[in-house]
């Protein structure tokens, strides 16, 4: 494999080992960064084939004077199910939002399945003390990667930038001819996440102000994404997004970071069809399922039409996300949102969040009108499998309540504050 040049590397710490003197590799942080997952992949190519399946140590440091343990990085298997579990509970004291990860037999499922991967850190006696996992969306190209913690008696001990660059390393390359996007959520009641993944090249392009609740208390998040290399050049979209003036400065701020050339301005009206919206406003059908850990699919649909929305509404966090739909005109859009609306009323629905294609700005002005603003534009975030291309998104989010307690890297402040307003 090609050697490391000292762009990224100092090798001059020397270790004894059994007589001999061994160049131990020290990585500059400032060096880091990389601009995609392949330069990643590249700064850390002499360790892409660790054993990660029986356990290892990444055989690195960084220079940051900080002598804290890097623990062993494992792939879970079954036998791992029990302790996640008790991680979850330990690190978040029995508040995590996700409540099934709580949950062993929950957690076993994961770990057996194709699209779930979880990875165990150990210390030196083998002890699971931390986690973090990945949720694959193979027909999206894209990844999910959250639950990074550490049971709370290490906080302070343990190498947690050295942890996650083990764990995207083998991430990263592992799926590295199937996942074209990753992607996570980090919390702003800190900005510790924020700022290890930016390390590793993660960027950030979107707020959701008071979407989650960690001990007992209302927080927001931050989306951040990283890309492989040649997805932002040759595999976005060709055409030219179309957005509507109120989209502009999170267009701008994304633009900023991923050179993303121009945007057309459209001053979008919404015109809507009285007779339309009322003959679909009568064929409304309403359906509601919940599963076992009290998540909520709630689907909208009219009658003798393919047309819907439906979304996830999580009582207990006050929130509804993944938002998808499917319509034949606005007049439907229209009766769907106001659908939605009716619903955040009647339970009293504290956050809504959902992605707004950056080529129809008629469906930004509905959604606009529908009482959501952008919050962040996010460069190929659906895979259209059909022309196989990666089309741009806008992120539109409304919240209840002051947003208290955010702290952001220096970079992103300015725009977010902005975005609050």
């Known amino acids: 494999m090609k050697s490391l040049t000292l762009e990224h590397l100092n090798v001059t710490a020397r270790k004894q080992k059994n007589d ?9 942080i400032k060096n880091l960064f990389p601009h995609n997952i392949d330069a990643f992949l590249e700064i850390f190519e002499d360790f892409l084939n660790l054993d990660f399946l029986s356990g290892a140590k990444m055989p690195f440091k960084l220079n940051n004077n900080k002598k804290r343990l890097s623990p062993k990085i494992k792939i879970a298997d079954i036998n791992d199910a029990k302790s996640i579990a008790d991680i979850y509970k330990n690190a978040y004291k029995n508040t995590y939002p996700n409540r099934e990860m709580e949950d062993a037999k929950y957690v076993s499922k994961m770990i057996l399945s194709d699209d779930h991967h979880v990875i165990v850190f150990r210390d030196d006696q083998d002890n699971n003390i931390g986690c973090f996992r990945c949720a694959l969306d193979l027909s999206a190209r894209k990844g999910y990667m959250g639950g990074f913690m550490f049971m709370e008696q290490f906080h302070g001990k343990v190498d947690v930038i050295i942890s996650i660059i083990g764990a995207y390393i083998w991430m990263w390359s592992q799926f590295k001819s199937e996942i074209e996007v990753w992607y996570c959520e980090n919390r702003t009641a800190h900005n510790t996440s924020q700022y290890i993944t930016s390390i590793c090249g993660i960027k950030s392009v979107a707020i959701f102000p008071n979407k989650d609740l960690f001990f007992h208390n209302i927080e927001s998040d931050i989306l951040g994404v990283i890309y492989a290399k040649n997805v ?7 055409s030219v997004p179309k957005i509507i003036p ?3 400065d999170c267009f701008h701020q994304s633009s900023e970071r991923f050179n993303l050339g121009n945007a057309r301005l459209v001053n979008q009206k919404s015109i809507v069809n009285n007779r339309l919206h009322s003959h679909f406003l009568k064929s409304i059908v309403k359906t509601s399922k919940i599963d076992r850990w009290g998540y909520k699919k709630i689907e909208f649909k009219i009658e003798n039409n393919d047309s819907y929305f439906s979304f996830i509404y999580t009582p207990w966090l006050d929130n509804i996300e993944k ?5 034949d005109c606005s007049e439907e859009l229209v009766v769907f949102i106001d659908q939605l609306k009716r619903f955040v009323k009647d339970n009293s629905v504290r956050y809504v969040e959902v992605y707004v294609s950056a080529y129809q700005p008629v ?3 509905l959604f606009l009108e529908g009482g959501l603003k952008p919050r962040g534009y996010i460069p190929c975030w659906r895979y259209n499998k059909e022309m196989d291309v990666f089309e741009d ?21 300015e725009f977010f504050e902005s975005n609050l307003k």
Do not use: A
């Open 246 to 248: 109120e989209v502009y």
């Open 20 to 28: 001999l003197f061994v160049e131990e590799r020290i990585f500059d």
């Open 323 to 327: 938002i998808e739909y499917r319509i």
């Open 363 to 365: 469906y930004q002005r």
């Open 232 to 238: 932002i050049k040759e595999r976005r979209r060709k």
């Open 393 to 413: 998104e806008i992120v539109f989010n409304s919240y209840k309540g002051e947003v208290n307690g955010i702290i952001m890297l220096f970079q992103d402040y």
